[in-house]
């Protein structure tokens, strides 16, 4: 079958799927995984396989900018303590923990004869890459506070570039190339640095050709070739690609986009990579899927749960240990947030595309084959389907419950008003008898006051739903406007310039809404509230 016809293929399943789990309570990334394993273990078709070159090429940079275009720096820098924390000197512990807890660990049970502490750390250092996608897209629908989506997203931002860096160094150790401590050092500063010079000089000159023109189309294409040109420039000069990326990200979000976009054009950039992410995710994740071989993991079922197990302890151990150093400085994070940090930090494909980049001579190869593809998996699925029970039980999602059963009776009362819309209409056009409709009026009359009543009862929270409907009517309101705008255009009403300088403006007010921070006084309160209702967590 043809490359073309397979991604075709692809991207039917990938729809077929978001349109499923819109009925079903599971993470749209999770059920992607788990419809490639089955159509994998059902040999459907044959899929692609997740190489290097397409990883590196199509998904890593395109997925990587979007994040970083999407991050506000103000909020990054806010956090750059607990985020850089995490994902350096963080990176680095949860490797040599691995290595140093997995390495007795496989000589006890036996894994494979001869597996040492070279293999373990090299096994650690592609472990290491987390790929949080699926927990925060959980986190957006449930309204879990701002800052947490923050930490987790920036984490794995910069761990992945660390993760691809460490890995390179681990090699070079395991084979002999570099053989101090202080070889490794300078590789690793110049790898980054690099990196990041190269990031930061594509992301600024984009960034100044933004500002002299404004067309969606010529923006949205400097954007592509910033994601793609910084990552293939960086690669080119053996830096990291990772690092080039996030930096041309963060420069073109917060700066080319934010002092040199005409707000019509911004939404038009973010919705193209909003949809650009969408797209790649959906591949990748079902690609994941196809790759794994199931007769291979039962082979080595103890293995991958003893790697499973290390790693998830050794995540545990740095975060809790992170958050107790920080517990005295502005950015201290909960206790509760910990936890979450910690079950967090899924694997993707770039743990699984490292580890097939090892030589095929290199020793105990197919046993960190098994043991990567095993975790990848176990994280997603697991992770990925207990996290919203998770976040209500450690009480971060604010008035779960409460929420539905407001959401419920809301979405009760505008049925009703619909209802009684069309016993209206069916008045008008003398549909039925009017003491019929008499009858059905009062029935629906006295439905409305009770939800109405019921509604009123639902005290907790009521201010956050009201500040939610209200931003949800501020912008339904603009859509409606701008909807009437292009109507008018296409009827001939207004010309080209007033559409232009009428969407403009509507699209302005679009893009404050959407760049409204949250309260932080409120998440404050928040975290209080959680304190008092669970003392032992906090």
């Not at 309570?25 to 290097?52: I, M, N, Q, R, S």
């Not at 103000?74 to 994902?87: A, E, G, P």
Request: aromatic share 10%; with cysteine; hydrophobic share 50%.
């Amino acid at each position: 079958m043809e490359t073309e016809t397979l991604f075709i293929l692809l991207f039917v399943v990938a729809t077929a799927v978001a349109i499923a789990v819109q009925r079903l309570a599971v993470p749209y990334t999770v059920a992607l995984v788990f419809t490639g394993l089955v159509l994998g273990l059902l040999h459907v078709f044959e899929a692609p396989h997740l190489t290097k070159a397409l990883l590196f090429g199509v998904f890593l940079p395109g997925l990587l900018f979007e994040a970083a275009f999407h991050i506000e720096f103000k909020q990054f820098w806010r956090n750059r303590l607990v985020i850089s924390s995490l994902s350096l000197p963080g990176v680095m512990a949860a490797i040599a923990l691995t290595a140093v807890i997995l390495t007795p660990v496989a000589n006890a049970l036996n894994f494979d004869q001869g597996f040492g502490w070279k293999h373990a750390l090299v096994f650690g250092a592609l472990i290491s890459a987390t790929d949080p996608i699926a927990v925060v897209a959980i986190f957006k629908n449930m309204g879990v506070p701002k800052r947490l989506a923050v930490l987790l997203d920036g984490e794995s931002l910069l761990n992945d570039g660390s993760a691809i860096v460490f890995f390179t160094l681990s090699l070079a150790l395991v084979t002999g190339t570099v053989v101090s401590i202080g070889g490794l050092a300078f590789d690793f500063i110049k790898i980054v640095g690099i990196g990041a010079l190269i990031g930061t000089g594509v992301g600024l000159a984009v960034s100044q050709v933004i500002k002299r023109v404004d067309e969606p189309m010529i923006e949205i294409t400097l954007t592509t070739i910033a994601a793609y040109g910084s990552f293939l420039a960086a690669e080119h000069f053996h830096c990291s690609g990772v690092i080039a990326t996030v930096t041309a990200g963060m420069l073109c979000g917060n700066y080319g986009a934010r002092f040199g976009m005409s707000p019509s054009t911004r939404i038009a950039v973010e919705t193209f990579w909003e949809y650009v992410a969408f797209a790649l995710n959906s591949i990748v994740f079902l690609l994941i899927g196809f790759e794994v071989h199931f007769q291979a993991l039962l082979a080595s079922w103890l293995a991958i749960l003893a790697a499973y197990l290390v790693v998830t302890g050794g995540r545990a151990l740095v975060i809790f240990f992170a958050s107790s150093l920080l517990r005295k400085t502005r950015e201290r994070i909960p206790w509760a947030w910990s936890v979450i940090l910690t079950w967090g930090g899924l694997r993707g494909g770039l743990p699984m595309v490292l580890v097939l980049s090892l030589p095929k001579d290199f020793p105990h190869r197919e046993l960190l084959v098994s043991m990567t593809f095993g975790v990848v998996i176990l994280s997603i699925l697991v992770h990925g389907l207990t996290m919203s029970p998770l976040l209500r039980w450690l009480g971060i999602v604010r008035g779960y419950r409460e929420r539905a059963e407001y959401e419920l009776t809301r979405g009760k009362l505008q049925a009703a008003h619909a209802a009684l819309e069309e016993i209206d209409r069916m008045s008008n056009i003398h549909f039925t008898n009017p003491k019929v409709l008499v009858d059905l009026r009062r029935e629906y009359d006295q439905k409305i006051e009770t939800d109405e009543a019921a509604l009123d009862e639902l005290h907790l929270e009521r201010h956050q739903h009201l500040a939610e409907e209200l931003q949800w009517g501020r912008r339904h309101l603009l859509s409606v406007e701008k909807g009437a705008v292009i109507n008018a255009f296409q009827r001939g009403l207004l010309s080209q310039a007033v559409q232009e300088k009428l969407l403009a403006d509507i699209d302005a007010r679009l893009l404050s809404l959407e760049s409204e921070e949250p309260d932080e006084a409120a998440e404050r309160r928040t975290s209080s509230r959680h304190a008092s209702r669970h003392p032992s967590v906090e």
